[in-house]
């Protein structure tokens, strides 16, 4: 994959979570303070818990930090695959979400 390439694809993963948490803001689920610097996005819940999601250019991947823990994510051709086989990107934002909220929060490419 060229950087070009792989900033096309980050950047559509970024808008899918900015776009997610608009909708879970609107549907009043949840509120989530979205706060995006340059290829970094901050989420920060009611209960003042945060979820990073940064981009690794030089790696050509998205990180995401949580509560649970970290995790390396690398664009397959089809989805964001956790570099250690621990899932989808947006299932596992989905699930860390969730986990911090107390509240079932879904996020979708």
Excluded at 33 to 58: A, C, H, Y
Excluded at 71 to 89: C, I, L, M, P, V
Aim: net charge negative; charged share 25%; proline share 1%.
């Amino acid at each position: 994959m060229t950087d070009l390439e792989f900033l096309d694809h980050a950047e559509l993963l970024l808008k899918a979570v900015e776009l997610a948490c608009d909708r879970i803001n609107d549907d009043g689920v949840a509120d989530i303070d979205n706060q995006r610097v340059g290829g970094m996005i901050t989420l920060t819940f009611e209960n003042k818990s945060q979820i990073i999601i940064n981009l690794q250019k030089p790696l050509h991947e998205v990180w995401l930090a949580a509560r649970s823990g970290g995790y390396h994510f690398r664009f397959d051709g089809s989805q964001w695959a956790d570099t250690k086989g621990q899932g989808e990107f947006f299932q596992r934002l989905s699930d860390d979400a969730s986990a911090q909220t107390s509240q079932t929060l879904r996020f979708s490419a």
